[in-house]
């Protein structure tokens, strides 16, 4: 079993780097290449949306990304955000999507939801078990 | 790859080419150039996404933006996407039925409802 864990700065610049780590351990771990797109644009999204909530909240806490191969290849994104910001998988439906009474935030944050669970089939959001803060857990399966 | 950025006039219609990685950090700068475009006077703006490789939610959420403006200013928004992983991101978020998708440049502006077709 292999371990990978990064932690960054809740920047927008260092969710780039998020994804090309996350795309080359799923690799080295196995995952099929015509998933690699689906596994980066996931990573993406789930630290694009944890970053949000440390801007948001003003928390200058690093969002920290843990990636790992056992049995199958498991990233979990978690943020220190307040519960109540963090779960809420809003789908939003195609005539709500162009209202002008959405917001691009608001949009943004549907829509990143809307692809997580798109491209995700075993995907969980849940609380973290020590302290304030939620996880995305995302898990992909591995050749073996 | 980093974002590019480029724009060219065909007949009234202006064309972004856009390239590269459309994300939540490169994406305020789409936002801008976009803005830029509409307040500068263009009215039926076409975004080729052709040599894009990756776009997320933000980069969505700057293009509804776009086409949300245009719509309230009587103009017209476009898009030309032809690789299918960003046409399954389209389908994925129901966007497809959102914006006007187009696989060429030429058939998104012969397409264009508001009757300024070359």
């Known amino acids: ?20 780590v996350g795309v080359a351990v799923a690799r080295r771990a196995g995952v099929r290449e015509d998933l690699l797109d689906e596994v980066r644009l996931a990573i993406g999204e789930a630290c694009t949306r944890a970053v ?4 948001q909240y003003g928390l200058p806490d690093p969002v920290y990304v843990e990636m790992s ?3 199958a290849y498991t990233v979990r994104v978690v943020d220190r955000a307040p519960i109540e910001a963090g779960i809420g998988l809003a789908a939003l439906a195609p005539d709500e999507l162009a209202q002008e009474s959405l917001s691009e935030d608001a949009l943004t ?8 669970a798109g491209f995700v089939e075993d995907l969980q959001v849940r609380p973290v078990e020590e302290g304030v803060g939620t996880e995305v857990r995302m898990v992909w399966p591995v050749r073996r | 790859m980093e974002l590019s950025l480029a724009t060219r006039a065909v007949g009234e219609h202006t064309v972004l080419e856009v ?17 830029e475009l509409i307040d500068g006077g ?3 703006v076409v975004v080729d996404l052709g040599r894009v490789d ?3 939610s933000t980069g969505l959420g700057v293009l509804v933006g776009a086409l949300k403006r245009l719509r309230s200013a009587g103009g017209s928004f476009a898009l030309v996407c032809d690789k299918e992983p960003l046409l399954k991101i389209f389908r994925i978020t129901a966007l497809d039925q959102v914006f006007p998708l187009h696989p060429t440049v030429d058939a998104a502006i ?6 300024a077709g070359a």
């Not at chain 1, 944050?109 to 997580?116: R, S």
């Not at chain 2, 590269?20 to 801008?32: F, H, I, K, Q, S």
């Not at chain 2, 012969?110 to 009757?115: Q, V």
């Open chain 2, 42 to 44: 263009a009215r039926r």
């Open chain 2, 54 to 56: 990756f776009l997320d």
């Open chain 2, 19 to 35: 390239g590269g990685e459309v994300d939540v950090y490169t994406a305020p700068r789409l936002r801008e150039r976009l803005l």
């Open chain 1, 109 to 116: 944050t549907g829509v990143g939801f809307a692809l997580l």
């Open chain 2, 110 to 115: 012969s397409a264009d409802p508001t009757g």
């Open chain 1, 69 to 71: 191969d056992s049995g």
């Open chain 1, 52 to 55: 949000a909530l440390h801007r």
């Open chain 1, 1 to 20: 079993m292999a371990t990978v864990k990064l932690s960054f700065s809740p920047a927008p610049v260092h969710v780039r780097t998020a994804r090309l």
